[in-house]
C-alpha cells in the first residue's frame, strides 16, 4: 500500500494528500508534519513513518483550513470496494482542490469573486518583435461561471508592472498562474510578490501558445473561430485563457459545463484608477489594517445578495467612463429612490434570493446536495416575485405628487433573454419543488430525498416498508401478549439489527423459539424467525428506497444542469438591481442626491461630504465645502487647478479624498453626498498621498513617491482628475519645494487637467497661473488656541500653525516655548534674504533638522517627543510608526 501511495503522491508533489484509508483520509510523511501542524492534529506513527489523518465525513472543514493557509489538497478515493477483489485496494485522485478553484462553501468569501489569475507576455503576432511584447491577463471565477482575457495595450515593463498591480489588488486572487520568463522581470516579479497570501505556480514558456490554446478553445466551446467572442485570430491572451482552462480541468476533474466562453475586458470602458490610488481612496480596503470597516464600501453597502455584494465591490473599483453608462445607472437609482414603497418591498423579496451563481456552479459541478436545488428553486421564485415587484402599477399613482410615468427605466426592466431564462428557469424550479422534500438529507446514501407523490414506485416501496413495520408492531403485541412479558419491545441496533429485548427479571417467561443474541447486565437480546423475516422485508425496501431516491435526485440535478445558463442570467441581471437598489437605499439613509453628470471637463460640488468620514462623526458635525472648478480648452482663465494650504489636521486630506470619492460614486452610477454636483466625465482618477511609508515595498519614501509622480505626468490626460496631497514632503524642503512647484507648472500647462493640490508649503501660493486658485481651510485664532473650522475658503492660508499642533499633540511646554523663539528666529532671518536663490542642498531646510547654532539637538527633541508619548494610549501600529519616524529624524 505504501508503493501505492508513493506513486500517487510523486504525481501530486505540490499537494497535500489525502489518501483514503477506510472512514479516514490519512497524510503520511511530510505532508503529515505539515498538516499536524496547520491543523492541529496530533501526529501518530505507521512504521516509524510520520503519519495523521482525519475522520472522511468532516474533511471538507479541514480542506477549507488548509486553503486558508494557501495549500493544495489531492483528495485521493478508493476506487474498489474493499475485500471485493484480490490484492490492494484500487485508488487514485479524484480532485484536487486549490484556492483558486475550490467551491467550497467553507472557504469562500460570499462578499467578493474568488479569481483565478492567469499572467503571460507575448508578442501580438509571431512575427513581431520581442520588444512589442504585451501583457496578457486572463482571470476565472469557477464558482461563478465568470471568465476574461484581454491583452494589455503595448507599454513599457514598468507600465506593465504598474497595470498588472492594479489588476491584482482589483481582483485580490488567491492563485495565479504565471509565465516563467515573466517572473524574470524584477517589476513584475515584485508587483506579484506583494499580494499576501498569494499562491503562485510557474509555466514554461512554451505552454503560453496563443495558436494552440485559441483551437483547444474554440473546440471546447464549439465553435470554428474565437472572432465571435470577441477575439482576433490566435490573440495572445489567449495563451493565458488556455492556461486557466488546463488548470481547472486537471483539478477539477469534473466537466464545468458552465463555464462561459471567455470574454474580452476592454479596461478603456472604465475610469482607470491605479493601485496606490484605490488604496489611497479607501474604496474596499482602509489603509490602516486592510479592512473593509471605514471604507467606501463598508457605508455603501446595503446590498441583500451575495451577487450583488458582489457586483458592488466590481462597480466600485470600476466606474463607467462613459456617460450614457453612468447615467442609466442613475436613472434606475432615481425610479427606486423616488418610489420608496417599491424600494423597500423590492428590497425585502431580494431577501430570498440565495447565492445564486454559486448554488449554480455547484449544480454544474455535479457538487450540488438537496438542500443547495431547494435554495436555487427558492431564488428562481424570489427572482420572480422581484420581477413582478418591479412591473407592479405604481403605489397610489393617482395620490403622487410626482406621478410616476410608464414602467421602470430600461437599465431595471427584464428583456427578452432575461425573460426566457426565468420561464426555463421556473420549470426547473416547479420541478425541484415537486421532487424534493423539505429539510432533505445533504447526502445521498440516506434516503430522505424525495417528496410523497413524486415517483409512484418510490411511493409503493416506502408504504410497503410501513406496512412491514405496522406488520412487525402487530407481531410484538401478539408475543408480548403470548409471553406475558409487559415490557417487551423490539429496538434497533446497526450491529445486530432488529431484536427483543426482556430484562432479568423476567427471564423466565422467555420462550423457546427465541433465540439468544447478545447478553447485557441488565438482560437479554433474542430475535426470532418471524423477526428475522420481518426485518429483511424492511431492510430490502429500506436499500431499494434509497437506490431509488438517489437515482431520482439525480435525474432531477442533471434537469436543474441543463438550465446553469438561465439561472446564471437570472443571476447576473439580478446583481445589477441589487446593487441599484443598494445605491437607492444607501441615497435615502444617508441623503444623498443624484449626481448631474456632464460632458465638459467640470466639477463642481455644492456642500459635498466625505461619506466615510460623515458615517463616523456625531450626526450633523461634518462640515461640507464645495468646489468648482473647469479645464474646459476654450476657458484658459476658468479655474482648473486648487492648491489648498492650510495646517495639519484643517481638514485637507479629507476635502481632496471626499472631491475625488464623490466623482468616483458618480461615475459608478450612485447618488453623491453633496447637495448638488456637477461631473464632466473622468478618465482617470490619481489619488497620491506624499509622506507614506511603503516598508513592504522596500522602497525610499521618496522614490516612491517620485515612482508615482513620474506616472501621472506620463499617463494622466485632459479629461482626469488628479488629487496629490502633501507630495515631496520625502526629501528636505527645498528640493520638495521644487519639485512640487515643477510638477504644478508641468499639470497646469501641459496635462490641463481638474487638480487638487494639497500642500504645507506655503511659498507655492505664489504661482500665479490663470488656471490656478488658492484655497484654504479656514482657522480661527483665539488668544493662544486655534480652531479649525474645516471650511475651505478661497484664500491661501495664513500660517502652518505646526506649533499649534505641536502643542494639541501634547508636546512639552518648555519645547513648545523654545520652538517658538526658533521660529520667529528663522522667520525674521527669511525675510532679510526672500529673493536670494538658495543652493537645494539636501538637509538645508529648517524642518529637516539641520539645527542653527545653540538649538537643541535632534536627539534632544527626540527625548522630548518620546516623553509625551502617552504609551497607554498608543496602538502597536502607531507606536511602530511614531518609532520609524523617530529613528529617521536622528538620522537626518
Ligand atoms: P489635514 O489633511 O489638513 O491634516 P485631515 O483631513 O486629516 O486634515 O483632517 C483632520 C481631522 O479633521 C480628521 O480627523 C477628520 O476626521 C476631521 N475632519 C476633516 N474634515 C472635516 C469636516 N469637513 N468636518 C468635520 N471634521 C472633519
Ligand atoms: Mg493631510
Known amino acids: 500500500m505504501m508503493d501505492q501511495y508513493r506513486a500517487i503522491k510523486a504525481r501530486h508533489r505540490d499537494a497535500i494528500l489525502f489518501f483514503r484509508l477506510g472512514d479516514f483520509y490519512e497524510m503520511f510523511f511530510e505532508d503529515a508534519i505539515e498538516a499536524s501542524s496547520l491543523l492541529d492534529l496530533t501526529l501518530t506513527h505507521r512504521q516509524g513513518e510520520p503519519m495523521c489523518g482525519v475522520p472522511y465525513h468532516a474533511a471538507r472543514s479541514y480542506i477549507a483550513r488548509l486553503l486558508r493557509h494557501g495549500r493544495k489538497i489531492a483528495v485521493c478515493e478508493q476506487l474498489s470496494e474493499p475485500g471485493a477483489g484480490k490484492g490492494i485496494v484500487d485508488r487514485d485522485v479524484v480532485e484536487v482542490v486549490t484556492p483558486g478553484t475550490t467551491v467550497e462553501e467553507d472557504f469562500l468569501d460570499q462578499s467578493s469573486n474568488n479569481y483565478l489569475v492567469a499572467a503571460c507576455r507575448l508578442p501580438v503576432s509571431r512575427l513581431a518583435e520581442r520588444s512589442s511584447a504585451r501583457l496578457c491577463i486572463a482571470y476565472l471565477d469557477?464558482?461563478?461561471g465568470e471568465f476574461r482575457a484581454f491583452a494589455r495595450p503595448e507599454?513599457?515593463?514598468?507600465?506593465?508592472?504598474?497595470?498588472?498591480r492594479a489588476e491584482l489588488y482589483r481582483l485580490s486572487p488567491r492563485e495565479m498562474l504565471v509565465q516563467q520568463s515573466l517572473l524574470e522581470d524584477k517589476a513584475i516579479a515584485d508587483a506579484i510578490g506583494e499580494l499576501e497570501g498569494l499562491v503562485v505556480g510557474k509555466y514554461p514558456d512554451w505552454s503560453f501558445d496563443p495558436s494552440a490554446a485559441s483551437k483547444d478553445i474554440a473546440r471546447r466551446f464549439g465553435?470554428?473561430?474565437?472572432?465571435?467572442?470577441?477575439?482576433?485570430?490566435?490573440?495572445?491572451?489567449?495563451?493565458?485563457?488556455?492556461?486557466l482552462l488546463r488548470y481547472v480541468d486537471e483539478t477539477a476533474r469534473s466537466g464545468l459545463p458552465h463555464l462561459a466562453p471567455p470574454l474580452p475586458y476592454r479596461d478603456d470602458e472604465y475610469v482607470a484608477i491605479d493601485e496606490g490610488s484605490r488604496r489611497n481612496l479607501e474604496i474596499v480596503r482602509n489603509l490602516s489594517d486592510s479592512g473593509r470597516a471605514f471604507s467606501l464600501i463598508a457605508v455603501l453597502d446595503y446590498t441583500k445578495t451575495a451577487p450583488g455584494a458582489r457586483l458592488l465591490r466590481n462597480w466600485l473599483l470600476q466606474p463607467?467612463?462613459?456617460?450614457?453608462?453612468?447615467?442609466?445607472?442613475?436613472?434606475?437609482?432615481?425610479?427606486?429612490y423616488r418610489d420608496q414603497r417599491l424600494l423597500a418591498s423590492l428590497r425585502e423579496s431580494l431577501g430570498s434570493v440565495r447565492d445564486i451563481e454559486r448554488l449554480a456552479s455547484r449544480v454544474a459541478m455535479d457538487k450540488a446536495h438537496a438542500k443547495d436545488l431547494l435554495a436555487a428553486a427558492e431564488s428562481i421564485r424570489a427572482c420572480a416575485r422581484c420581477g413582478s415587484i418591479l412591473q407592479a402599477p405604481p403605489a397610489g399613482a393617482s395620490r403622487q405628487i410626482e406621478p410616476r410615468t410608464g414602467g421602470p427605466p430600461p437599465s431595471l426592466a427584464p428583456g427578452e433573454d432575461e425573460l426566457e431564462a426565468l420561464a426555463r428557469a421556473s420549470e426547473v424550479a416547479a420541478l425541484v419543488e415537486s421532487a424534493i422534500k423539505d429539510e432533505p438529507s445533504v447526502l445521498l446514501t440516506e434516503g430522505d430525498l424525495i417528496r410523497e407523490g413524486y415517483d409512484e414506485e418510490l411511493d409503493r416501496l416506502r408504504s410497503l416498508k410501513a406496512g412491514s413495520r405496522e406488520v412487525l408492531d402487530a407481531y410484538i403485541e401478539e408475543e408480548k401478549a403470548a409471553t406475558r412479558i409487559p415490557t417487551l419491545r423490539v429496538r434497533f441496533n446497526r450491529i445486530i439489527g432488529y431484536y427483543l429485548e426482556v430484562s432479568k427479571g423476567k427471564l423466565d417467561a422467555v420462550p423457546s423459539h427465541f433465540i439468544r443474541r447478545q447478553s447485557l447486565v441488565a438482560g437479554e437480546r433474542y430475535t426470532t424467525a418471524r423477526l428475522t423475516e420481518l426485518e429483511s422485508e424492511i431492510n430490502g425496501a429500506t436499500e431499494r428506497i434509497v437506490d431509488l431516491e438517489r437515482r431520482l435526485f439525480l435525474d432531477v440535478r442533471d434537469k436543474v444542469k441543463a438550465e446553469v445558463a438561465s439561472m446564471l442570467a437570472l443571476g447576473r441581471a439580478w446583481a445589477a438591481r441589487d446593487c441599484l437598489a443598494s445605491f437607492a437605499w444607501a441615497a435615502t439613509a444617508r441623503g444623498y442626491s443624484r449626481p448631474r453628470l456632464a460632458d465638459e471637463p467640470v466639477l463642481r460640488i455644492a456642500e459635498g461630504r466625505h461619506p466615510v468620514v460623515e458615517a463616523h462623526l456625531p450626526d450633523r458635525s461634518f462640515v461640507p465645502n464645495g468646489i468648482a472648478l473647469d479645464s474646459s480648452a476654450g476657458r484658459p482663465d476658468a479655474p482648473a487647478f486648487a492648491l489648498i494650504t492650510g495646517p495639519n489636521m484643517a481638514g485637507k486630506s479629507t476635502f481632496l479624498r471626499q472631491t475625488a470619492l464623490i466623482a468616483l460614486m458618480a461615475q459608478a452610477g450612485s447618488f453623491v453626498?453633496?447637495?448638488?454636483a456637477e461631473i464632466g466625465?473622468?478618465?482617470?482618477?490619481?489619488c497620491r498621498v506624499g509622506a507614506q511609508d511603503n516598508l513592504a515595498r522596500g522602497e525610499s519614501t521618496f522614490l516612491v513617491e517620485m515612482h508615482e509622480t513620474a506616472f501621472i505626468l506620463n499617463t494622466a490626460t485632459e479629461r482626469s482628475l488628479v488629487v496629490m496631497d502633501e507630495v515631496g514632503r520625502g526629501t528636505s524642503t527645498i528640493d520638495g519645494?521644487?519639485?512640487?512647484?515643477?510638477?504644478?507648472?508641468?499639470?497646469?500647462?501641459?496635462?490641463?487637467?481638474?487638480?487638487?493640490?494639497?500642500?504645507?508649503?506655503?511659498?507655492?501660493?505664489?504661482?500665479?497661473?490663470?488656471?490656478?486658485?488658492n484655497f484654504s481651510l479656514a482657522v480661527l485664532e483665539e488668544a493662544d488656541e486655534v480652531v479649525f473650522l474645516k471650511r475651505l475658503e478661497e484664500k491661501p492660508a495664513e500660517g502652518s500653525y505646526g506649533i499649534h499642533v505641536a502643542k494639541l499633540a501634547g508636546l512639552p511646554p518648555a519645547v513648545l516655548q523654545r520652538a517658538r523663539a526658533i521660529q520667529s528666529g528663522l522667520e525674521a532671518k527669511e525675510l532679510s534674504q526672500p529673493a536670494?536663490?538658495?543652493?537645494?542642498?539636501?538637509?538645508?531646510?529648517?524642518?529637516?533638522?539641520?539645527?542653527?547654532?545653540?538649538?537643541?539637538?535632534p536627539g534632544d527633541l527626540v527625548l522630548a517627543e518620546l516623553s509625551s508619548i502617552d504609551t497607554d494610549r498608543l496602538t502597536p501600529l502607531e507606536a511602530l510608526k511614531r518609532l520609524s519616524a523617530l529613528k529617521k529624524r536622528l538620522r537626518s
Open 223 to 243: 465553435v470554428d473561430s474565437l472572432k465571435g467572442f470577441g477575439f482576433d485570430e490566435a490573440a495572445p491572451e489567449m495563451a493565458a485563457a488556455g492556461a
Open 320 to 336: 463607467l467612463r462613459s456617460r450614457e453608462g453612468a447615467e442609466a445607472r442613475l436613472d434606475a437609482v432615481d425610479f427606486l
Open 673 to 676: 453626498p453633496a447637495l448638488d
Open 142 to 144: 469557477v464558482s461563478t
Open 836 to 857: 536670494a536663490p538658495r543652493e537645494p542642498k539636501r538637509g538645508a531646510g529648517p524642518e529637516a533638522g539641520a539645527a542653527p547654532e545653540g538649538l537643541f539637538s
Open 155 to 164: 507599454e513599457d515593463s514598468a507600465g506593465q508592472a504598474q497595470a498588472l
Open 681 to 686: 466625465m473622468i478618465d482617470k482618477i490619481y
Open 737 to 773: 519645494l521644487a519639485i512640487a512647484w515643477a510638477v504644478s507648472e508641468n499639470i497646469l500647462d501641459s496635462i490641463r487637467c481638474r487638480t487638487l493640490f494639497a500642500t504645507h508649503y506655503h511659498e507655492l501660493t505664489a504661482i500665479g497661473h490663470p488656471r490656478l486658485r
